[in-house]
């Protein structure tokens, strides 16, 4: 076939195809035939696709409801970021046909990503006009603001809905009360390691000390040892960025045996243990530094089985923080909706819709991503619930990083304390696992990439 050099639209059909084929199956097997598997930087291009994509084909079978000039300019631009990728994937074998497998089927989709750009930026100018002073109304029934009243029974429920609610609704309020570490990892952790029917430990006072001073939430980098003492066992060591540590009456620890890495119990105020507040940037979310010597400990579930209650603790948390975040996003556009900027002249009235359009469009990817990674934790595939969950936290963060940043340029006439909790929570919420380079790496790692 006759390779194009641009200007063309990509057929109905041929969208339909590239969303249905462009995978990571098939996204990383074009990487190995150029050899270029190892390019940290390609690598993160290829989870912020996949992200995308699957963002994409949510919004395509209506899981969120969104306007059609939103999902056209949601689509437009996946697809477009997705020919640039495959441009530099296969280089100089784009410009003469070198026996790569790839190139001809992937060449149209390459040549129309200008037409594909041009057709995302009239979008946005639709959806702005529909956006103009206000914000499009959500209906979905998992985006209601919970009453703070209901949260405690909400939040231990063992179901992701119920808990999905609590964390928008923190979001939106931006409560000072700081429900994450109990609801979202003590009692994540331990019903993973133990059963969700194990109602021997009353974790509504708990949190996880699981990361260390390098902040990682790598299994394999644990170093906190964990020693067999009488019935018991005694941990030494030092845990980092443990959040809610001061008020927590039990702490969930990760600790490293000859048989792995293992959860355990202990008492907050048991000999050995010294908890010292650390300078956290949110105050009303303070995180800690733990050291253990000698502490008495109880192993919670099996020896060695520490690696997949951290893993599956990671999926679940990172899906409350997206419920969190998207509550957060909605809060700032509400704001958004009831102030005006300061100049209303027809260029600052543009500029004023067209950002709120672009947030619109990060709200809704990223709104599917997270109800995805929701419906997918209640079911029986680990696998593709670790996989939902690692995609919500890259698309949720995004929204609520790029609501944080554009804040301020938008109008200056917003109270100034709640954008800067907002910005604070975006940071805290965005940072917590490791921040944007380790949440892909996590994700390509879930994948198997």
Request: proline fraction near 3%.
């Amino acid at each position: 076939m006759e390779p194009t050099t641009g200007g063309k639209a990509l057929t109905r059909e041929l969208r339909d195809n590239y969303l249905a084929t462009l995978t990571e199956e098939s996204l990383s097997a074009l990487m190995r035939s150029t050899w270029t598997w190892d390019d940290r930087a390609l690598r993160r291009r290829l989870s912020e696709l996949l992200t995308g994509l699957t963002a994409v084909r949510e919004l395509r079978v209506g899981a969120v409801g969104c306007p059609a000039s939103a999902l056209e300019a949601i689509e437009s631009r996946v697809l477009a970021a997705a020919g640039e990728f495959v441009a530099e994937v296969l280089g100089l074998r784009l410009l003469a046909d070198a026996d790569n497998a790839y190139r001809e089927a992937l060449l149209p989709l390459v040549a129309a990503t200008g037409e594909l750009t041009a057709e995302a930026s009239r979008a946005v100018d639709t959806l702005a006009v529909d956006v103009t002073g206000r914000v499009i109304v959500r209906n979905e029934g998992s985006t209601s603001v919970l009453p703070e009243v209901e949260w405690d029974t909400k939040a231990f429920q063992h179901d992701a809905k119920a808990l999905s609610e609590v964390a928008y609704a923190a979001g939106y309020t931006l409560t000072r009360r700081d429900y994450f570490p109990a609801a979202g990892l003590g009692a994540q952790a331990f019903a993973i390691a133990s059963s969700p029917t194990d109602n021997s430990v009353d974790v509504r006072r708990s949190t996880l000390a699981a990361a260390e001073k390098t902040g990682s939430w790598d299994p394999a980098l644990v170093r906190t040892r964990a020693t067999a003492a009488g019935d018991g066992w005694q941990l030494t060591g030092e845990k980092w960025y443990v959040p809610g540590a001061e008020a927590a009456e039990q702490i969930f620890v990760i600790a490293r045996t000859v048989g792995g890495p293992s959860l355990y119990l202990i008492e907050r105020d048991a000999p050995g243990v010294t908890v010292e507040q650390s300078d956290s940037l949110d105050a009303t979310r303070p995180l800690a530094h733990i050291r253990f010597e000698n502490a008495p400990a109880v192993l919670i579930g099996r020896e060695g089985a520490g690696g997949r209650t951290m893993n599956r603790t990671v999926d679940r948390a990172t899906t409350v923080l997206a419920a969190e975040q998207m509550g957060i996003v909605d809060r700032a556009l509400k704001c958004l909706s009831e102030v005006l900027p300061a100049s209303t002249d027809a260029e600052s009235w543009h500029a004023y819709t067209r950002q709120l359009a672009e947030l619109e469009l990060a709200r809704a990817s990223a709104t599917a991503l997270w109800y995805r990674s929701v419906r997918l934790q209640g079911g029986d595939d680990l696998e593709a619930s670790s996989v939902a969950a690692a995609m919500a936290h890259i698309g949720c963060s995004n929204a609520v990083r790029q609501v944080a940043l554009h804040l301020p340029s938008i109008t200056a006439d917003l109270d100034r304390a709640t954008a800067d909790t907002i910005a604070v929570r975006a940071r805290c919420t965005d940072l917590m696992f490791g921040g944007p380079a380790l949440a892909h790496e996590r994700l390509l790692e879930r994948l198997g990439i």
